[in-house]
């Protein structure tokens, strides 16, 4: 089945503590990105990427990392978590960022609090 | 400044009623407008994409509508059911620069029996 994973679903953790969500699909796209989405203002871009080692910030970078050494993985990384990274996360993919058409294809999301 | 908005931000219904969610953007140039449903708890899913030349497209009891000239965009849910209780999203693309996709903040749409 043609989909994008996401580990893990929910994740409770404290200030601080480095964390990973992890991402992949495998419909062998090319184009993936992680937002994140928070009451009252909607799905906000964190980072993407538009192919294996090609990685920009999106419209939230701060405080996350990416990295987009496969084809299908594309994990977010929290150095530092702090609170107000508090929310709910998805990663997307699309089969490339240049085709007009492509539809974005979004995981089942990530609910992450950090106390 | 590239934008999209959605109104109403929450909308209640009647099961078998019809409701109209609108969109209005300012993202220029302009190149296709997507609508996405999304269940509690999960991710979008898209519904239809609308083109600069496309006024109305519809996908089962969805129909969507465009008007470029306004800039204005509408989802009309006919004969509603307790199943689209949903928030729904306007997505927005623009034709140039890679960080190009604007998204509105959606409307929740809670359908009652």
């Known amino acids: 089945e043609a989909q994008v994973t996401q580990n893990p679903r929910y994740l409770i953790t404290v200030t601080g503590k480095k964390l990973t969500v992890t991402c992949s699909q495998n419909?062998?796209?090319?184009?993936m990105s992680w937002y994140r989405q928070d009451p009252g203002l909607g799905l906000r871009q964190i980072y993407y990427?538009?192919?294996?080692?090609?990685?920009d910030k999106g419209d939230v970078p701060e405080g996350y990392k990416v990295s987009r050494k496969e084809k299908r993985n594309f994990p977010l990384i929290l150095e530092s978590p702090s609170p107000n990274q508090t929310s709910l996360y998805f990663c997307?993919?699309?089969?490339?960022?240049?085709?007009?058409?492509?539809?974005?294809?979004f995981g089942p999301g990530t609910r992450l609090t950090v106390l | 400044k590239n934008q999209v908005e959605q109104s109403p931000q929450s909308l209640i219904i009647l099961e078998g009623k019809n409701c109209t969610l609108q969109?209005?953007?300012?993202?220029?140039?302009?190149?296709?407008l997507r609508w996405y449903k999304q269940d509690t708890g999960r991710g979008p899913v898209s519904l239809t994409i609308?083109?600069?030349?496309?006024n109305t497209k519809s996908n089962g009891r969805y129909t969507a509508t465009l008007d470029a000239d306004t800039k204005q965009s509408s989802l009309h849910i006919t004969a509603s059911q307790l199943s689209d209780s949903a928030s729904y999203i306007c997505?927005?693309?623009?034709?140039?620069?890679?960080?190009?996709?604007?998204f509105g903040t959606g409307t929740r749409l809670t359908v009652i029996p």
């Open positions: 997307a993919s699309s089969l490339s960022w240049d085709r007009a058409y492509n539809e974005q294809f």
């Open positions: 419909m062998n796209h090319e184009y």
């Open positions: 990427s538009m192919n294996v080692e090609v990685t």
């Open positions: 969109c209005n953007y300012t993202v220029s140039p302009f190149s296709n």
């Open positions: 609308m083109t600069f030349s496309e």
């Open positions: 997505v927005v693309r623009r034709e140039t620069g890679a960080n190009n996709l604007f």
